[in-house]
């Protein structure tokens, strides 16, 4: 099994950041039009167990074009969720997939932790580093929109 675990700081509060990622559905496809053309829930809420989405990425996105998630922990006391990729591409090369994200408060901030795990389908596939630099990257720019809006 695979892991890759990433840290980001953000000035934003823990609630308000915790808030914007439970709203994920509609917040990223407006903040972020160059990587999510859409982000669709066909199962649930969106934010309860069992809840799936589907989401579909931008010609530009590295690998995906779409991953139907399905989320298997909620836990709004401790800002943390977590889901499993169950289609798409990632599929192909992932026997397993799964993602958690939790949000900390830390002084008047928070701390995004966010871990995949995974279970690559053959030796042959790539460790997949450049998601992690993509979550880098949206949860830094996310923090940067919170604090302006």
Do not use: C, H
Not at 102 to 116: C, H, R, T, Y
Request: hydrophobic share 40%; glycine share 6%; net charge negative.
């Amino acid at each position: 099994m695979g892991k890759l675990e990433l840290e980001v700081e953000a000035k934003s509060s823990a609630e308000k950041y915790w808030k914007a990622i439970r709203d994920s559905s509609v917040l990223f496809p407006k903040i972020f039009p160059e990587q999510f053309k859409s982000i669709e829930i066909i199962e649930g809420d969106g934010q309860s167990i069992g809840s799936i989405r589907l989401v579909k990425f931008t010609e530009g996105s590295p690998i995906v074009t779409f991953a139907k998630e399905k989320i298997e922990v909620s836990d709004e006391e401790n800002k943390l969720v977590s889901y499993s990729v169950i289609d798409g591409e990632l599929t192909t090369f992932f026997k397993t997939f799964k993602a958690s994200l939790q949000v900390i408060p830390k002084g008047e901030g928070a701390l995004v932790k966010w871990l995949i795990e995974y279970e690559k389908a053959s030796e042959e596939v790539p460790e997949p580093n450049i998601l992690q630099e993509t979550a880098k990257k949206t949860f830094t720019d996310l923090d940067e929109y919170l604090v302006k809006n």
